[in-house]
């Protein structure tokens, strides 16, 4: 059985297909990664700009200074200021060259067109000077950065509306099972709600991508080999679930074998998620996760979302991972690697109860999972733990 640190490092190293490159508007680009460096258009701020809401001066030598106009937001006309003398002006307005400092007006008495401060100016203050953010020509983001709200307004501010990104990969779903049934219909005995499908769909639409229609296989060999290969000759990465373990009517392994797909790795030395496969076929990922939905969930978020960063070209492939102290004590048997669900809390992070992967309850509850090296058999609160955060 394989180490989840090398399962890994196979996920992050094995892939060398030529991305897609293609243009998209800005309002477009959430969640695509860049393919080239932006480079900003203009100096931002353009010119120098209030920040706050008072009188931009000339500093004089006394407190007293005389008002000679207004400026607002958007104005286009400058005042020539002597030393001594004031514009009204507003937050985001232009600071005539010929002013070197803002007052706020909380701290400004007026009377007719003039103003008293019992404040000492300092030169610069409430100005913010041109190009304070980026300069024009300066690199805004690098290539690879996977485009999130605040880059898609840093890029819009310096003037850039196109961007080149890779395209994302297409995505199949196949959940497996004879026991399976629609969510919405009657559960006659022995069947169980089909979850796994709406989860991994709503995980790829969380992350921007293209969502499939989930596909359902019954635990047949013929159907199996059917579905699974048309999908894996239609699509980038294929996701399965259920069916990958020993049991007799377990098809897919047979089935991805008798397709000719290439084993990277099958068992993984973790719980849950410990008949993990991974595989390929050209240029074609596959994915079985285990049926089980807190095992498959596990795995999806520790090999597969790694693996679509990768195919989409993001420079950051992994989830966040803090070093945290544990809240619990944790005793355990197990010899395996083990990722628990956490809750991270102000001062540490608390390992839930309900870790069976046969669970979603505790899943829902956590934001982090805990990753414990195989043979970890205690851990005492306060002890150092690996904590992987979870994106939601
Ligand atoms: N003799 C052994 N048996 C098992 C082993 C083993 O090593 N030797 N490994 C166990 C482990 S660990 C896991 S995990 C499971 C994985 O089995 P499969 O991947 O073959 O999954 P299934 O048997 O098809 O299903 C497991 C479980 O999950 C439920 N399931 C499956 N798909 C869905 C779905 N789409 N929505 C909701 N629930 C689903 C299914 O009904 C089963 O209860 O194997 C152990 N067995
Ligand atoms: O790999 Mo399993 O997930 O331990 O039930």
């Known amino acids: 059985m394989i180490k989840v640190e090398e399962a ?3 996920i992050l190293t094995c892939d060398d297909r030529v991305r897609h490159v293609m243009e998209v508007s800005l309002e477009d680009a959430l969640g695509y990664s860049l393919a080239e460096d932006i480079i900003s258009l203009i100096d931002m701020p353009p010119f120098r ?6 009188y931009a001066i ?3 030598d006394s407190s007293n200074y005389k008002v000679i106009g207004e400026i607002k937001a958007g104005d286009n006309h400058d ?3 002597t030393s001594g003398e004031a514009v009204r002006i507003y937050t985001g307005a232009p600071v005539p060259d010929t002013s070197n400092a803002v007052l706020i007006q909380e701290k400004i008495e007026v009377e007719d067109d003039q103003i008293f401060t019992e404040e000492t100016p300092d030169s610069g203050m409430n100005i913010r000077p041109i190009g304070e953010q980026i300069r ?5 983001l690098k290539a690879g950065v996977r485009i999130n709200s605040a880059h898609i307004g840093f890029i819009s501010s310096v003037g850039v509306n196109k961007v080149k990104v890779y395209s994302k990969p297409s995505i199949a779903i196949v959940v497996t099972g004879n026991e399976l049934v629609t969510n919405g219909l009657v559960l006659p005995y022995g069947k169980v709600y089909e979850s796994n499908g709406p989860m991994l769909r709503s995980m790829l639409a969380s992350e921007q991508y293209n969502v499939p229609e989930v596909i359902r296989v019954e635990d047949n060999y013929e159907s199996t080999i059917y ?3 048309t999908t894996i000759s239609d699509n980038d990465v294929v996701i399965i679930t259920g069916g990958i373990s020993v049991g007799k009517y377990d098809f897919v392994g047979r089935a991805l074998k008798n397709l000719n797909v290439q084993e990277i790795f099958y068992k993984v030395n973790q719980k849950p998620g410990k008949p993990l496969f991974y595989g390929k076929k050209g240029n074609t990922s596959i994915f079985a996760l285990p049926g089980n939905p807190a095992a498959a969930l596990t795995c999806f978020y520790i090999y597969v979302y790694p693996l679509l960063k990768t195919l989409e070209g993001a420079s950051k492939k992994e989830l966040n991972s803090l070093n945290l102290s544990s809240l619990s004590n944790y005793n355990s048997k197990e010899t395996r690697a083990q990722f628990l669900k956490a809750v991270i809390q102000e001062d540490g992070v608390q390992i839930l109860g309900g870790q069976s992967s046969a669970m979603l309850s505790a899943f829902g509850e956590a934001n982090a999972l805990i990753f414990l090296p195989e043979n970890t058999f205690n851990i005492t609160k306060g002890d150092k733990v690996k904590t992987i955060l979870l994106p939601w």
Not at 49 to 54: E, I, R
Not at 136 to 140: G, I, T, W
């Open 79 to 81: 005042f020539h200021l």
């Open 58 to 60: 000339n500093i004089g």
């Open 8 to 10: 890994r490092k196979l």
């Open 136 to 140: 024009k020509d300066e690199l805004a």
């Open 49 to 54: 700009q209030s920040s706050m809401d008072g």
């Open 227 to 229: 579905t699974l290969g």
